[in-house]
């Protein structure tokens, strides 16, 4: 395929997917995800918005020093401070791109600026001259483009493009176009802006309407050649456009769009599962692509056209975003080995500590569990590798409860080689259990938000339980998980685990302070 078939990626999970209300994720979180989006694949990872705070700066930071294979871009208001902060997160990055945005709409000019249109072009113009006295690569995004007067965002684009901006990116930012109306938009993009062969022309899309991914593929039919997205499809209200749907679509329909990406699908579901752990965001079983149950087939009539032929049923392979076999995988017999080839084949390899780390745990959960799929391998690994300090550790709980009594749960942490203990009485087992946590660590938390998940089939199957808590006196809310037969159990590593992120959070801002 001419390379102009090629369609870009620009993944925002961590930036707009991060403006989704309680998904903010800590700088090691947000590592690993940008490591995750470059075994995918994604042509520029937008990392975050620098200036916004001193850990968006340090974590665009990090995530430039340590990518080599994407873009790594950070967004900047078009304001010089803004530019400055991007630029300077920026620096160490093997390929940047600063992402330069400014509203073009009649309601943002007036209400959020009160500017004229000439007063928002010449900031637009002296944005991304400024942005490109500091990097070759520069984006600029007229903000609510799909709301904006077309004349005029046709003559900013222009002027933009003069001055050095090589993407043009065109939000929906409020999710209000539709399909052909907003395909209609990068056409006449194409038609009426004279320099629009010098840059490339880009999607941004949200959901709010549902068709955040239909506006974006609807685009690429009219030349777009950069989607922006992101795993799950998080982000601001809705979310944005999710890259799984856009990627996918582009390929099984390959007859249709004879469009390519450089998009590993096969990294899908690790990174779908990742992303999903970070935020707290659980991904809804029917979800396309990446939900559990986008590839059962539940009715006999179905069934039985898989089994004479997948065709019938299946326009994809599973395998092909990344679904592995769910049959049982390893027994209580199985060694150190075994567990470890298992896991290279999910696409985990560990260090020799956290293999020791997982397997002392796979075999516990063996000698409870009959039988042991690969999700619950992915569950222990999950659990026991953590990205932060374990300054607390649940050692044992015994609980006393029934339909008539009230809960009498005893809880045992350690915590720099010393053992604590307390018991309490209370309403129900979780409650009761919690509150002996928060008498052991002197620390109250609230709890903001409480699931409960089965990892696997079976009544014995492992269960993970998401918290969201806010502790006493600390600004930020923290979503952590704990895996567990046990339900208590489960649900006091969660609330533990909170509390040593918090902790851990608290310590890493204190070193770089
Ligand atoms: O939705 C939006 O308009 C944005 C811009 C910053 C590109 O996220
Ligand atoms: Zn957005």
């Known amino acids: 395929m001419a390379n102009n078939d090629r369609v870009f990626i620009f993944d925002t999970t961590l930036r707009d997917g991060e403006q989704a209300p309680g998904a903010s994720m800590n700088q090691k979180e947000k590592l690993d995800i940008a490591f995750a ?60 791109r600063i992402h330069v945005f400014l509203a073009t709409s009649k309601i943002h000019m007036e209400h959020k600026f009160k500017k004229s249109q000439e007063q928002i072009l010449q900031m637009a113009v002296d944005a991304v001259k400024y942005a490109k006295s500091k990097v070759d690569d520069v984006e600029f995004s007229p903000e609510d483009a799909s709301r904006s007067d077309r004349d005029f965002i046709f003559k900013v684009l222009e002027e933009v493009i003069k001055v050095g901006a090589t993407t043009v990116n065109i939000p929906d930012t409020v999710g209000y176009a539709m399909p052909a109306e907003y395909g209609g938009l990068i056409e006449a993009i194409r038609n009426n802006v004279p320099n629009i062969d010098k840059a490339v022309i880009s999607t941004h899309c949200h959901d709010d309407l549902g068709v955040a991914v239909a506006n974006s593929l609807a685009a690429v039919t009219r030349g777009a050649r950069q989607v922006e997205c992101t795993i799950n499809g998080i982000g601001e209200r809705a979310g944005n456009a999710s890259m799984e749907e856009v990627v996918m679509a582009i390929n099984t329909r390959s007859d249709f769009y004879g469009l390519k990406t450089g998009i590993k699908t096969r990294e899908f579901l690790r990174t779908s599962h990742l992303v999903s752990k970070y935020t707290g965001f659980t991904v809804p079983p029917n979800k396309a692509i990446v939900g559990s149950n986008a590839f059962r087939h539940e009715s006999g009539i179905h069934q039985d056209g898989i089994l004479k032929e997948r065709s019938t049923y299946e326009i994809m392979q599973p395998e092909d975003v990344g679904y592995v076999g769910t049959g049982l995988v390893l027994g209580k017999h199985s060694g150190r080995h075994a567990f470890k080839d298992r896991l290279r084949e999910l696409g985990i390899v560990l260090s020799d500590e956290d293999l020791d780390k997982a397997f002392g745990r796979f075999k516990n959960v063996a000698d409870k569990k009959k039988q042991v799929f690969d999700e619950d391998l992915i569950a222990i690994v999950d659990d026991e590798v953590h990205t932060f300090q374990e300054t607390w550790h649940l050692d044992s709980i015994t609980l006393q409860s029934g339909t008539n009594i009230p809960s009498k749960v005893s809880v045992t942490l350690k915590s720099d080689g010393q053992t604590h203990q307390k018991e309490v009485v209370g309403e129900g087992p979780v409650d009761t259990c919690y509150k002996a946590i928060d008498a052991l660590t002197n620390v109250k938390g609230e709890l903001m938000d409480y699931s409960i998940r089965s990892v696997s089939r079976g009544k014995d199957a492992l269960g993970e339980v998401s918290v969201k808590v806010k502790f006493k006196g600390k600004g930020q809310t923290i979503i952590a998980h704990g895996t567990s037969t046990d339900i208590l159990e489960a649900s006091a590593k969660a609330y533990v685990n909170a509390l040593n992120k918090l902790l851990s959070q608290e310590a890493n801002r204190k070193k770089n302070s």
């Open 37 to 96: 989006l470059e075994r995918l694949g994604v042509d520029i990872i937008e990392a975050g918005f620098p200036v916004i705070s001193k850990g968006d700066f340090d974590s665009v930071r990090l995530v430039a020093e340590n990518i080599k294979e994407s873009t790594i871009c950070g967004l900047a208001r078009s304001i010089k401070k803004d530019i400055d902060a991007a630029a300077e997160a920026l620096q160490s990055a093997k390929q940047k």
